[in-house]
């Protein structure tokens, strides 16, 4: 019933991108790239976080417009802010600080039914649930440092090098006050 | 079995394996989404108020 409509087809239209020069390196984020270290927990939709190639004649402005039009050739459909490839919504983020920057140069290589793909470190994955502070990334950063799936030293050499220490001091003392260690 | 244990058990499970798991359960929610079970999200009623505001116009 559900015929193509699986994350592997999702995952295989997004490498063709790749292959042909459509975007740069990308990873996978978000509820879908927290998987690899957690447990699943429901989400509706991808967050690929996408590096896009250089704009002709050194244009500093980056387009997603190139990315829609060869997906919607190949039966993407646009729907609000996603593009539904195979079935599933996929939400396009060309990174907005070094902090993303770095989390997609440094994603993880792993497979989704013999189709390779790359997952961001779970330590990236943590410090942009910080930066994004919603009470979800509250909940999923719980269950990074509950499942013990995050290395204490690197997570807090990323929040040193992108500024967050004073953020995780918060966070700890709102969240993780009577937790061990 | 602890809910502990059971969430320890599916985070070790691999990738693919977890992936198809993502995919049962959005399955579902679009199952119960479309049975009317599930109430309607406020983003939803919002949506459907401004289409209501719109055929009034």
């Given at each position: 019933?559900?015929?193509?409509?699986?994350?592997k087809?999702?995952?295989?239209?997004?490498?063709?991108?790749?292959?042909?020069?459509?975007?740069?390196?990308?990873a996978?984020?978000g509820?879908?790239g927290?998987?690899?270290?957690?447990?699943?927990?429901?989400?509706?939709?991808?967050?690929?976080?996408?590096?896009?190639?250089?704009?002709p004649?050194?244009?500093?402005l980056?387009s997603?417009?190139?990315?829609?039009?060869?997906?919607?050739?190949?039966?993407g459909?646009?729907?609000?802010?996603h593009?539904?490839?195979g079935?599933?919504?996929?939400?396009f983020?060309?990174?907005?600080?070094?902090l993303?920057?770095?989390?997609?140069?440094?994603?993880?290589?792993?497979?989704v039914e013999?189709?390779?793909?790359?997952?961001m470190?779970?330590?990236?994955?943590?410090?942009?649930a910080?930066?994004?502070?919603?009470?979800?990334?509250?909940?999923?950063?719980?269950?990074?440092?509950?499942q013990?799936?995050?290395?204490?030293?690197?997570?807090?050499?990323?929040?040193e090098?992108?500024?967050?220490?004073?953020?995780?001091?918060?966070?700890?003392?709102?969240?993780?006050?009577?937790?061990?260690? | 079995?602890s809910?502990?244990?059971?969430?320890?058990?599916?985070?070790?499970?691999?990738?693919?394996?977890?992936?198809?798991?993502?995919?049962r359960?959005?399955?579902?929610?679009f199952?119960?989404?479309?049975?009317?079970?599930?109430?309607?999200?406020?983003?939803?009623?919002?949506k459907?108020?401004?289409?209501?505001k719109?055929?009034?116009?």
């Amino acid at each position: 019933m559900r015929g193509n409509q699986t994350v592997k087809a999702t995952l295989e239209a997004i490498n063709s991108m790749e292959a042909d020069g459509v975007i740069g390196k990308y990873a996978i984020g978000g509820a879908v790239g927290a998987t690899l270290y957690l447990e699943p927990a429901a989400t509706l939709d991808v967050d690929i976080f996408v590096t896009l190639p250089t704009a002709p004649h050194g244009s500093l402005l980056l387009s997603l417009a190139p990315l829609y039009d060869y997906l919607k050739a190949r039966g993407g459909t646009v729907r609000d802010e996603h593009i539904v490839i195979g079935g599933w919504p996929v939400q396009f983020l060309p990174p907005s600080n070094e902090l993303e920057r770095e989390a997609v140069a440094g994603s993880v290589l792993t497979t989704v039914e013999g189709v390779t793909t790359r997952v961001m470190s779970a330590e990236h994955l943590v410090a942009i649930a910080l930066c994004t502070g919603r009470s979800k990334d509250h909940i999923r950063i719980l269950q990074f440092i509950e499942q013990d799936a995050v290395d204490r030293g690197k997570l807090q050499s990323i929040l040193e090098r992108h500024g967050l220490t004073p953020k995780w001091k918060q966070f700890e003392q709102k969240y993780l006050e009577g937790i061990h260690e | 079995m602890s809910k502990q244990e059971m969430r320890k058990r599916l985070a070790a499970l691999s990738f693919s394996e977890k992936v198809k798991i993502l995919e049962r359960l959005r399955d579902r929610s679009f199952a119960l989404a479309a049975s009317g079970l599930r109430q309607t999200s406020a983003v939803d009623l919002r949506k459907k108020a401004d289409e209501d505001k719109g055929s009034k116009d």
